[in-house]
């Protein structure tokens, strides 16, 4: 992160009501007076505290993670290209709605994809769909493109189909780069349920109960890990770094399957939520961490202590109100 971007972050988190309101709420903090700006307080108090001090201020701060702001901007790729039918375009189609709607509330920018030799910087994460026709079965530019991505820490979700037309093989070539093996054979024509356990990670928080519809189970080597405790039919979920696979697509369909497994089923509509959050949101630790060095600094540059400026506290009153 620049330094221009770290003064950005500083200004949009202290703008944020949250910051306010926990500085004020807080119990592990000393709270500001009824009516005082926090940010001010903040301040004020950072001309004179000792680093203890400062940890117990920023309590508050660390307890908010990333403002919300943090995430707007970031840009996701969805396939655009793919999809049984119009329905099942999972940029503007209607069948994938809901799955927007997942990525659009954690203010995510979404843009079409029509192809993935070239993913410029400023993409956080891609979605790929199943191809259906030969002509859009990822290339080896397109391959290599993705490959690298993921492995700079890119966030990817690759959704496997076995409706009529799909071809592992269009899809799986860039699976097998990160230890995933995609079935060529479709199973479960009639739906399969997967129940807990999960093995625990981030991405199974909260979940106990999945549906999927018409699959492609999948298999892991490598450093690729399998998120399911069962194996066959219930080999639907596994991760490779940031790139997180799964057998169905139809699973996080806004409308039910024939099956009825599509995104309202279960907890098939929390796991997509961690799935948006594992590979496209940014972590909260992360600015958590620059900002605590940053307000550290200011504790050091801010040693002169200022008169307060909305409670009336003046520098010997401070001084006073210590002894």
Known sequence: MTQTEQCTFIQEFACNPAFDKTM????????????????????????STSLSRLSQLLVGLCALGAAPSEAVG??????????????????????????????????????????????PSEVTAVVLMQPYERSFALTLEEINALAEFAAAGGGVLVMAE????????????????????????????????VEAPFVDHQITLGISRVGVDYQRRLSVGGAAVDLTTGSGADDFLAVSGRAVFISDAGMFATSPTEQGYGLTFGDNRQLLSNIVSFIAVPEPTSHGTVL?????CAAVRWRVKKPWPRSGYTNRESRNRKA
């Open 24 to 47: 004020k709420t807080s119990s592990l903090i000393e709270r500001p007076p009824q009516g005082v700006c926090a940010k001010a307080w903040l301040k004020h108090n950072l001309g």
């Open 74 to 119: 970031q840009i996701v790729w969805l396939d655009a290209r793919n999809g049984y039918s119009a329905e099942d375009n999972l940029y503007n189609g209607q069948n994938f709605s809901g799955m927007r709607e997942a990525f659009v509330e954690n203010a995510l920018q979404l843009q079409p994809a029509f192809s993935f030799a070239a993913i």
């Open 162 to 193: 076995a409706g009529e037309g799909s071809r592992a093989a269009y899809l799986g070539n860039f699976a097998s780069r990160l230890g995933i093996g995609i079935s060529q054979s479709p199973t479960e024509a009639d739906g399969h349920i």
């Open 292 to 296: 605590l060095a940053l307000l550290v």
